[in-house]
């Protein structure tokens, strides 16, 4: 059985950089073909994607905010780490944490629990 | 950037059938995958390559995809159907969802 869960700050000051991790069991990050994605939902809004990490550690993130991410992977711990520098209100979300096998299998399944992130000051 | 483009909301009444668009540029050249999101929950999939259903999910559910169009059907909806339904797709190695639909069953 395949779980992911989210986990960092609640609350984050503006400016600052937000960092969350993802820790996932079921499967490992080292097997060809699967990647880690992170994606966030703003209260009451629609799904955005954010970035993805593969097995061979290719990165692709959203062109709206490519400058901003940088996503990693300790294979070892299972982990799979998101920071977003300089956060601003508009980054206030629900950030999750998702799976994506090998090919042929290009959707999410499954996703985590979800964090809720609100940028204040 | 691609762009893919959904109805806001649509309601139907329990037992007819929804039906949800997801449009963008030759869509239809593209694998789509849909997901439904209830209140207070993680999305979950419940179509993906166009049309496949996964184990659990019910028959009811249905997908297709051509031209600039993709549809997830859902026939004899059920209160339990009521939630946001997104459409998702990669363009040039990232991804795209839809604005999402709300589904109100009454």
Redesign the interface.
């Known amino acids: 059985q395949i779980t992911l869960k989210e986990s960092g700050p609640t609350v984050v000051q503006p400016t600052q950089t937000l960092t969350l991790t993802c820790t996932f069991s079921g499967f490992s990050l080292s097997t060809t073909g699967v990647g880690v994605g992170w994606i966030r939902q703003p209260p009451g809004k629609a799904l955005e994607w954010l970035a993805i990490i593969y097995w061979d550690d290719d990165k692709r993130y959203s062109p709206s905010l490519k400058g901003r991410l940088t996503i990693t992977k300790d294979t070892s711990k299972n982990q799979v780490v998101l920071l977003m520098t300089n956060v601003d209100p508009m980054d206030t979300a629900t950030y999750y944490c998702v799976h994506k096998g090998p090919r042929p299998q290009n959707w999410f399944d499954p996703w985590g629990q979800g964090s809720l992130v609100t940028v204040s000051a | 950037?691609y762009d893919l483009t959904q109805p806001p909301s649509l309601s139907v009444s329990p037992g007819q059938t929804a039906t949800i668009t997801c449009s963008g540029d030759q869509l239809g050249d593209k694998?789509i995958?849909w997901?439904q999101?209830k209140a207070g929950q993680?999305?979950?999939?419940v179509i993906?390559?166009d049309n496949k259903r996964?184990s659990g999910v019910p028959d009811r559910f249905s997908g297709s995809n051509s031209g600039t169009t993709a549809t997830l059907t859902i026939s004899g909806t059920q209160a339990m159907d009521e939630a946001h339904y997104?459409c998702?797709a990669?363009d040039s190695?990232?991804?795209?969802?839809?604005?999402?639909t709300k589904l109100t069953v009454l």
Do not use: R
């Not at chain 2, 993680?42 to 999939?45: E, K, L, T």
């Not at chain 2, 990232?94 to 999402?100: D, K």
């Open positions: 950037s694998f995958s997901y999101q993680s999305p979950v999939v993906y390559l996964p997104y998702q990669w190695a990232t991804v795209v969802f839809g604005g999402g």
